[in-house]
């Protein structure tokens, strides 16, 4: 998000946290992606919550009508306040009760001693997804209605996730992501910004070992600035060495691209 959504966001971002804390998280994320399921079914709502020439209080003293009584008042808070914030436009407004609901998720793990394992959760369900058409079409499948879908998503991960992991694949399949991996990975992003590092998806011929690993992130840290969380996939493809896919960068060090690249300048 830029500008007036930015701004918003980081507004409502802090409150979040705040509430997030203090009170019963993953009951705040809960409600949260309740009251984006409601805006997302609800142009018209959205459009007058977010319309800049109605005043902040009466736009906040709209959400609070229409949410008091349905969400806790964490959540009924967190609502009023990005009522009240100025938005360029519907679906900022919208995309942000999501986000924050999945911030919320992180805290009640970082608060359970889980947020790692929630980051790897995400990562591995994500992955076996993308590697079986017919669970992941029985996952995305729109002509399906969502509750089923996500009902599929809390059987498979029941007892093998944190909670909170479960409840964000669970909400991944009804969001409006390109996908149902960006979802995850989308989540798993907001999950790495609570602990201020970065996400880089590295892809190798071989698993690699923790000294390996160790040596990767340490050396990564150095060149990003930040500590960085390593979701490795193993792919033959590559025939040797390492790929890093991180931000909007990606460092190809393997066999197959220098090949590619050796192929390219001889037909150039």
Excluded: C
């Amino acid at each position: 998000m830029r500008g007036v959504s930015a701004d918003a966001l980081r507004v409502a971002t802090e409150r979040t946290e705040a509430l997030a804390e203090s009170a019963d998280a993953e009951r705040l994320g809960a409600d949260l992606f309740a009251v984006h399921g409601v805006l997302v079914g609800a142009p018209a709502l959205r459009r007058v919550i977010t319309d800049p020439s109605a005043p902040s209080s009466a736009k906040a003293r709209l959400a609070e009508s229409i949410f008091s009584g349905k969400v806790a008042d964490s959540a009924l808070e967190v609502v009023t306040t990005i009522a009240g914030e100025r938005w360029s436009g519907s679906v900022d407004f919208v995309a942000a009760t999501e986000q924050l609901g999945a911030l919320a998720y992180v805290i009640a793990a970082e608060k359970q001693g889980q947020l790692d394992g929630l980051e790897d959760d995400l990562f591995r369900f994500g992955r076996v997804v993308a590697a079986d058409p017919r669970l992941r079409d029985a996952i995305t499948n729109r002509r399906v209605p969502a509750q089923p879908r996500q009902e599929l998503v809390a059987n498979l991960l029941e007892g093998r996730a944190s909670t909170p992991a479960v409840q964000l694949a669970v909400q991944a399949v009804a969001t409006s992501h390109r996908s149902f991996e960006a979802a995850l990975e989308h989540y798993q992003v907001i999950a790495a910004d609570r602990q201020a590092r970065v996400l880089a998806l590295v892809r190798s011929a071989l698993e690699l070992t923790e000294e390996e690993r160790s040596r990767l992130a340490a050396a990564l840290k150095r060149q990003y600035g930040r500590d960085v969380h390593l979701n490795v996939i193993v792919d033959p493809q590559v025939l040797g060495g390492i790929e890093v896919d991180i931000g909007d960068e990606v460092i190809d060090g393997t066999v197959a691209g220098r090949l590619d690249d050796a192929r390219r300048r001889m037909t150039g």
